[in-house]
């Protein structure tokens, strides 16, 4: 199973930008598509993004359009995620997490399915 560790979060104020990173271990990285979720504190975690195991497709949270762009690197077993334009609400713990049925649509997406975790990184965005 792979090891993930996601990394970049901060304090950033509104309208500002920052640039997650999710660093992956194995060698199956290459062919998994990968998503980011988003917690806030006291809600459930949400579904932010996805990126199909070549990076040619992706996903987003219709609310997100726009404003998040998420990328890969299969060389660095690596995912991305830029955030700029940020709000508030955009406040949250974001995790990366390979999906294990595939690429598919947001709504398709249940976060129960997905077992591997990473430590996750905070973003705190200021009014």
């Known amino acids: 199973q792979a090891q993930l560790a996601e990394s970049g979060g901060g304090l950033v104020q509104a309208g500002g930008a920052l640039r997650l990173s999710c660093a992956a271990s194995?060698?199956?990285?290459?062919?998994?598509?990968m998503v980011w979720f988003r917690q806030a504190l006291g809600k459930d975690r949400d579904f932010v993004a996805a990126i199909s195991w070549t990076g040619t497709s992706t996903y987003y949270a219709d609310s997100l359009k726009g404003r998040f762009t998420i990328s890969r690197s299969n060389a660095q077993n690596t995912v991305l995620l830029q955030m700029n334009s940020m709000k508030p609400e955009d406040t949250a713990v974001y995790y990366c997490?390979?999906?294990?049925?595939?690429?598919?649509?947001?709504?398709?997406?249940?976060?129960?399915?997905?077992?591997?975790w990473g430590q996750g990184t905070q973003v705190t965005v200021s009014s």
């Open positions: 997490a390979a999906d294990p049925r595939g690429f598919r649509v947001p709504t398709a997406v249940t976060v129960g399915e997905f077992r591997s």
């Open positions: 194995g060698r199956a990285f290459s062919t998994v598509s």
